[in-house]
């Protein structure tokens, strides 16, 4: 969230606005509460809901919980963004674990279109057609239904935990 910037740092902070996005009033009556949208040069799009008064200068606010860590990490990527500069990678998954989101997506989208499970195997593993008991039997038939039980989960609600580093418990 970005707000207005306290009195009691305004003489230490730029009074500069965040630039290269566009503004849109995001409430009825089209005041203080607007959307910024921003596209980042790595295929990313941002929405933020800026109260900020207009042209004051403007702070992230970030709640100090267990997740301020990830905040940090995201308001560090959204500043190197916006000022020009290498945007510092995501860590919060692995390059496996993107390699199965992306899977699980296919999977479910092929479920979703009528495609068998055999076939969406097929696409997927990169398999041949298999008969009846071959097809019982396969691993790529276990990995299928893993990977559409685990998409119904993150459609369900499950996708948040992608926004969090894991924690230890």
Known sequence: MLIEVPKELGGILSRARITGGSYQASNDEGERETTFHYTVGNRQRLQ??????KGAAEVA?????????????????????LHGRAIPPDTRLTRQQRARLRKMLQAFDGDRDGATQQEIAQVI??????????????????????????????????YRKLLRHRRRK
């Open 125 to 158: 593993f990169d398999i041949g057609r298999l008969d009846r008991d071959e097809w019982q039997a396969s691993s790529a038939r276990h990995g299928v239904k893993a990977l559409l039980r685990d998409a119904r989960t993150m459609i369900a609600g499950g």
């Open 48 to 53: 933020i809901i800026d109260y900020a008064e």
């Open 61 to 81: 606010v970030i709640p100090l919980g267990l997740d301020g860590f990830d905040r940090i990490e995201a308001v560090q990527r959204l500043l190197s963004a």
